[in-house]
């Protein structure tokens, strides 16, 4: 794994002002769903799109950043998380070259976790923030998807996983408080997405254990 990261720069046009004072406490991280790394850089710069994210990251681990840090890219879209909207104004984005059908290379997720140190340790952002655009907004969007190694993560510090299994809980209250809207009808589906993606069914006892043991998780001293 790199120690430290080349990083490239090509600006985009599609960027503001963080609203209210926020400052990020989320990273959002993406899939781009698009042929190449080039390719989404492009789209992420072209006006038209009125899309951005701070980093685009490439499978052989270039990372190409498009939007400073402490500004606002426009990636997250409609969602929520921890009951607040506006995600964009309180996160950093980042995006993998992946169309979500086959797992993610080792150079992108090496640089990945680089990246992500960096970041949370800039921002103060904890494991418990890092979180996939399928978690912020169930239904409209699924990635990083089931390819996606959380677990790599969270054996880095760099997310959260449910390696201990807290008692029995309600999985509604449990996966409310680790950031779901439950207002959503697909919240169900995204988590097990993330973190049972076998399951099938309304949800059961495990669920609610391994939701009761995010919101440990969650729970910031």
């Not at 996939?132 to 190694?149: A, C, E, Y």
């Amino acid at each position: 794994m790199p120690s430290k990261l080349d990083i490239l720069h090509q600006p985009s046009p599609n960027f503001g002002e963080r609203r209210d004072g926020q400052r990020p406490e989320l990273i959002v991280i993406h899939y781009t769903a698009m042929d190449s790394a080039q390719a989404a850089i492009d789209w992420l710069c072209n006006p038209e799109a009125e899309v951005s994210a701070h980093y685009v990251i490439a499978p052989d681990g270039q990372v190409t950043q498009l939007v400073a840090e402490e500004l606002r890219a426009w990636h997250a879209g409609v969602g929520s998380w921890q009951g607040q909207g506006d995600v964009n104004s309180r996160s950093i984005g980042i995006e993998l070259s992946n169309k979500g059908d086959h797992p993610f290379a080792a150079a992108q997720m090496d640089a990945l976790e680089v990246l992500l140190a960096g970041i949370m340790q800039r921002w103060g952002i904890g494991a418990e923030g890092v979180i996939g655009h399928s978690d912020m907004s169930p239904g409209r969007k699924i990635d990083p998807g089931p390819k996606f190694d959380w677990l790599l993560l969270a054996r880095q510090g760099l997310a959260v996983w449910p390696d201990q299994v807290a008692e029995q809980a309600d999985w509604e209250s449990c996966a409310a408080e680790f950031g779901y809207d439950l207002e959503n009808p697909n919240c169900l589906d995204a988590f097990r997405a993330r973190f049972r993606p076998w399951a099938e069914g309304p949800s059961d006892a495990e669920d609610a254990r391994i939701a009761a043991r995010l919101a440990q998780l969650s729970r910031r001293d």
